[in-house]
Every structure is written in structure tokens, then in C-alpha cells.
């Protein structure tokens, strides 16, 4: 409910991910119909429906007229969980 859908159509730059509900990818196609013609907005809505996490539909006006899809890198990160008690001793001890 807080995506501003009308802004969508005066965007250059498009990164949309996977929408989880039906009124959400409802409100994004509304919000795009106006730079995409009807079957193209078809073809979007349901590209967004089943998109796989960290991927996402782009457009950029400036390069390309067709949305393309984009896979973010995978981020990795070295933390780790909570530590055991055995771990927490050993931190302490030293």
C-alpha cells in the first residue's frame, strides 16, 4: 500500500522484485500500463509472479525499450549465529 503506483509510468529506471500478493503486482502493472502496451503488461505481470528471489524485471529507458530480467550477485556474509556455551568459555578465558 505504500508503493505510489501512479509514479511508476514517469520512472527512467525500473527494478522490480518478486510482489508476494495479487494487489501488489496489480498496483505495478497499473502503474506501468501507461509506458507498456497491453500485452506487454500481461507478459510483466506474470514475469513478476514468478520471479525467483534476487531477481528482478528492469527497464531503463535509456538503453533498451524491453524490460530485461537482473540476478543480483549472492552476498555472502562471515557472521555467524549466536555462540555455543563452550565458545562464549573459550572467549572469556582468553
Same mark, same amino acid.
Given at each position: 500500500?505504500?508503493?505510489?503506483?501512479?509514479?511508476?509510468?514517469?520512472?527512467?529506471?525500473?527494478?522490480?522484485?518478486?510482489?508476494?500478493?495479487?494487489?501488489? /503486482?496489480?498496483?505495478?502493472?497499473?502503474?506501468?500500463?501507461?509506458?507498456?502496451?497491453?500485452?506487454?503488461?500481461?507478459?510483466?505481470?506474470?514475469?513478476?509472479?514468478?520471479?525467483?528471489? /534476487?531477481?528482478?524485471?528492469?527497464?531503463?529507458?535509456?538503453?533498451?525499450?524491453?524490460?530485461?530480467?537482473?540476478?543480483?550477485?549472492?552476498?555472502?556474509?562471515?557472521? /555467524?549465529?549466536?555462540?555455543?556455551?563452550?565458545?562464549?568459555?573459550?572467549?572469556?578465558?582468553?
Amino acid at each position: 500500500m505504500d508503493l505510489d503506483y501512479r509514479a511508476l509510468s514517469n520512472t527512467g529506471l525500473w527494478c522490480i522484485g518478486r510482489l508476494q500478493t495479487d494487489p501488489d /503486482r496489480e498496483r505495478v502493472i497499473d502503474g506501468l500500463s501507461a509506458s507498456v502496451d497491453r500485452e506487454s503488461a500481461k507478459k510483466l505481470a506474470h514475469t513478476i509472479k514468478w520471479l525467483p528471489p /534476487r531477481w528482478f524485471v528492469t527497464r531503463d529507458f535509456h538503453l533498451s525499450s524491453e524490460p530485461f530480467l537482473l540476478q543480483t550477485r549472492h552476498t555472502m556474509s562471515w557472521l /555467524r549465529g549466536p555462540l555455543t556455551p563452550a565458545e562464549l568459555r573459550r572467549v572469556r578465558a582468553s
